[in-house]
Nanobody, 116 residues
Framework: QVQLVESGGGLVQAGGSLRLSCAASGISFIASTVGWYRQAPGKRRELVADIPSSGNTDYADSVKGRFTIYRDNAKNTVYLQMNSLKPEDTAVYYC??????????WGQGTQVTVSS
């Protein structure tokens, strides 16, 4: 069964940090591109960061220098370290995986709320 399970969301004050985790099962993790997306109320879902099997990362301009995405292939897990959080980072964060042997798969989402 293909499954992505996110964790690590919560409530934090502006300037604080959180680390999100996305644990994968049932997919060819090493060959997959894994990304973090977010959706704020009334807004479209947007890419925050992703990391393909090569390890080359890509970030939205709004999070460059503050967020870091990295993967642990031995644990089938991708992390999103979020520092210097801002109220505008408030959203539901979703993990996504896709690849040559992995169907487009989404996690259930985890809420991140940043208070001012």
């Amino acid at each position: 069964q293909v499954q992505l399970v996110e964790s690590g969301g919560g409530l934090v004050q502006a300037g604080g940090s959180l680390r999100l985790s996305c644990a994968a099962s049932g997919i060819s993790f090493i060959a997959s591109t894994v990304g973090w997306y977010r959706q704020a109320p009334g807004k479209r879902r947007e890419l925050v960061a992703d990391i393909p099997s090569s390890g080359n990362t890509d970030y939205a301009d709004s999070v460059k220098g503050r967020f870091t995405i990295y993967r642990d292939n031995a644990k089938n897990t991708v992390y999103l370290q979020m520092n210097s959080l801002k109220p505008e980072d408030t959203a539901v964060y979703y993990c996504n995986a896709h690849g040559p042997w992995t169907p487009d798969t989404w996690g259930q989402g985890t809420q991140v709320t940043v208070s001012s």
